[in-house]
């Protein structure tokens, strides 16, 4: 089956702590995003990558940081530096405007 | 600068009603427009988009979106809810490099 994965579907922290989450996808699509997802507020662009080795800041990238070393993965790092890190986050691929989301992963930080 | 707005938070309609959920975007250029559904707690998943043409765009679930220019909308309606259309749907328009969602309208259904 083609799609994307995110694991883990939940995940705790300890403030200070750095913490990855993981997006994989196998459906050859050149450009992935991660959004943030807060009651209220819509999807908010954190990163996105057009293309392997590049990627570009979004709208909320403060406290973030993305890698893009490989095609299938474009995995998130919450810093410490982030201010309030507990949301829902999704990620996707896209390929002609269209957007494919992974089932998201639920960060808890405490 | 580019942007979407769902008008209505929340909408509540009764099982067999019918439905429609507003949408307004801001684009200087045609608009690629899109309309997005999410159960609680999963991903989100295409309904229906349009990039030209027709102006009534068909989709996933019996749902159907319009497009007009003149108001710069881009409706989505149903002729009758399920109690399994219970969800949240995002509107969002392509803005050049990346896509741009409305902040969300969610859908509760009555028996």
């Known amino acids: 089956d083609g799609g994307i994965t995110q694991s883990p579907k939940y995940l705790f922290r300890k403030e200070g702590q750095n913490v990855t989450l993981s997006c994989e996808q196998n459906?050859?699509?050149?450009?992935m995003y991660w959004y943030r997802q807060d009651p209220g507020q819509g999807l908010r662009l954190i990163y996105y990558?057009?293309?392997?080795?590049?990627?570009q800041k979004g709208d909320i990238a403060e406290g973030y940081s993305v890698s893009r070393e490989k095609k299938e993965s474009f995995p998130l790092t919450v810093t410490s530096a982030q201010k309030n890190p507990t949301a829902f986050y999704l990620c996707?691929?896209?390929?002609?405007?269209?957007?494919?989301f992974g089932p998201g992963t639920r960060l808890t930080v405490t | 600068a580019q942007s979407v707005t769902q008008p209505d938070i929340h909408i509540t309609v009764s099982e067999g009603a019918s439905l429609e959920l507003r949408c307004n975007y801001s684009?200087?250029?045609?608009?690629?427009l899109f309309w997005y559904v999410q159960s609680p707690g999963q991903g989100l998943q295409l309904l229906l988009k349009?990039?030209?043409?027709?102006?009534l765009v068909q989709g996933i679930k019996g749902f159907e979106a319009e497009f007009k220019r003149s108001q710069s909308s881009f409706n989505l309606r149903k002729p009758s809810v399920h109690w399994s259309d219970a969800a949240e749907y995002f509107c969002?328009?392509?803005?050049?490099?990346?896509?741009?969602f409305g902040k969300g309208t969610r859908l509760h259904i009555l028996p």
């Open positions: 996707a691929s896209e390929q002609d405007y269209e957007q494919y």
């Open positions: 459906l050859n699509h050149d450009a």
């Open positions: 990558s057009q293309i392997v080795n590049d990627f």
């Open positions: 684009y200087g250029a045609t608009p690629y």
């Open positions: 349009y990039f030209s043409g027709d102006t």
């Open positions: 969002a328009v392509d803005g050049d490099d990346k896509i741009i």
